[in-house]
């Protein structure tokens, strides 16, 4: 298997996926932003943003569990923690928004229907609807915690396999791309 840290960036950037991944911005675009200047040279190191299995496979897995976290502005601890583990920070960050305003509310109330199934008890759900999760938070803590914990943890296993199987289909797809243009190359000399 060909990995994308053995292909040249010429090669990735123009197969029919390098239209995607030319919106990852790259280190040389952050250099000087207010981002930069915020975080300093550590979080533009190379391997932070490097295409590299392990490490996009390692990113994507952060950025699954904090999307389970029920909590404002998940992208920064997903970020930092991406920074701290050496993951892939774009796909830390991109693996976030698997929880959105539109999924959010039904991935808590799995997570609280989860917990009281594991813990038993009462259902909390219409708190959950009529209050919100903060007021879950204080009438019934354990049930979605538990349930946030189960899904956070399960949810980044399943994150960590599915980026090494995407990294490795997108690979595949590349490889084949720029072989057949190669071989439509020489065959047009």
Request: net charge positive; hydrophobic share 50%; glycine share 6%.
């Amino acid at each position: 298997m060909t990995h994308l840290d053995t292909l040249s960036p010429k090669i990735w950037r123009r197969s029919q996926i390098g239209k995607y991944l030319r919106l990852i911005p790259r280190k040389k675009q952050l250099i000087g932003s207010w981002l930069h200047k915020k975080l300093g040279d550590r979080f533009l190191r190379f391997e932070y943003w490097e295409a590299r299995r392990d490490l996009v496979a390692k990113g994507f897995a952060i950025g699954c569990f904090w999307a389970m976290i029920p909590m404002p502005f998940q992208m920064i601890p997903s970020a930092l923690f991406a920074v701290i583990l050496g993951a892939n920070i774009p796909l830390a960050l991109l693996a976030v928004w698997v929880t959105n305003p539109f999924t959010h509310p039904f991935i808590v109330a799995f997570q609280l229907w989860l917990g009281e199934l594991i813990i038993g008890g009462e259902s909390s759900l219409s708190i959950l609807k009529n209050e919100g999760v903060w007021a879950l938070l204080q009438h019934a803590p354990l049930p979605l915690l538990t349930g946030v914990l189960i899904t956070a943890v399960v949810w980044t296993i399943v994150g960590y396999f599915l980026a090494i199987f995407a990294y490795d289909f997108i690979i595949n797809i590349i490889v084949k791309s720029y072989k057949r243009r190669r071989e439509t190359h020489a065959n047009n000399d």
